[in-house]
Every structure is written in C-alpha cells, then in structure tokens.
C-alpha cells in the first residue's frame, strides 16, 4: 500500500483527513501534517523528514500538498524519488478521496495520474455546468 502524507498550511490537512474518514466511514491512514504561519523553512523542513522517517521504506509515498509554490510544496519537492516519492500539488478532497479508496496493485504513476485527474474534473463552474 502507498503511504498518503498531506501537509498544508494552518489545519487543513488534519481537516481534510478527517473529512474524508467521516465520508468513507473508516480510517484514513493519510497522515496529515499542519503547517503553522511564520514557521521557518529550516523547522518545516526537519518536521517532514521526521514524517519520512516514520514511513515504511519499503512503500512509495505520495506527498499532497495545498498549493504550488506555497512552503508545504517547496519544502517537500526535494524529497520526491523517481518511482519512490512523489509530491502533488492544489490538493481537494476529491484527489484524496480517489487516493484512499484505490485497491492495492497500482503504481506510484497510475495513483499519481488518477488523483491529479479526480482532481481536475472535480472543479466545476456550476453556471456553466448547468446550461
């Protein structure tokens, strides 16, 4: 099984796990890691390599994170691994969702595309969806 981290800024991620053990009614084995404001690189930073070295290293990790270019996205871009880390940005609930309730097997690129793609089709404009 792939290990799910999800860091953002402030408690979304502790949110964001929460929520989507409530909708599937079970638990989330996505560990969520929150961000404080004002935080400094060098702290953020020791915190996910504490977070990595909690994981099987054994199992891939994909890393999602609240937005591109935000701290949670560059501090954890020098962890990504060709086929062992991966790190997705502009994370929504439908790309965690689509990530925890995918059956064992597949790749770290299919989980990767899959979530990157529930994602994308879960954004609407509903004015335009409706006409």
């Not at 979304?12 to 400094?40: G, N, W, Y």
């Not at 609240?66 to 949670?72: A, L, N």
């Not at 989980?111 to 089709?121: I, N, T, V, W, Y």
């Amino acid at each position: 099984m792939t290990e799910i981290v999800v860091i953002t800024h402030g408690s979304l991620a502790r949110e964001m796990v929460k929520v989507v053990s409530q909708i599937t009614e079970q638990p989330v084995s996505a560990i969520p890691v929150c961000f404080e404001f004002h935080q400094d690189q060098a702290t953020n930073t020791q915190i996910i390599s504490e977070v990595f070295d909690q994981l099987d290293p054994d199992k891939p990790v994909i890393v999602l994170t609240d937005m591109f270019g935000g701290t949670p996205s560059n501090v954890t871009f020098p962890f990504v691994r060709q086929d062992k880390v991966e790190v997705l940005t502009g994370l929504n609930l439908p790309m965690l969702m689509y990530l925890v309730t995918q059956p064992e097997g597949k790749s770290l690129g299919e989980l990767c595309e899959g979530a990157q793609k529930a994602g994308r089709e879960a954004i609407v404009i509903a004015g335009q969806f409706m006409s």
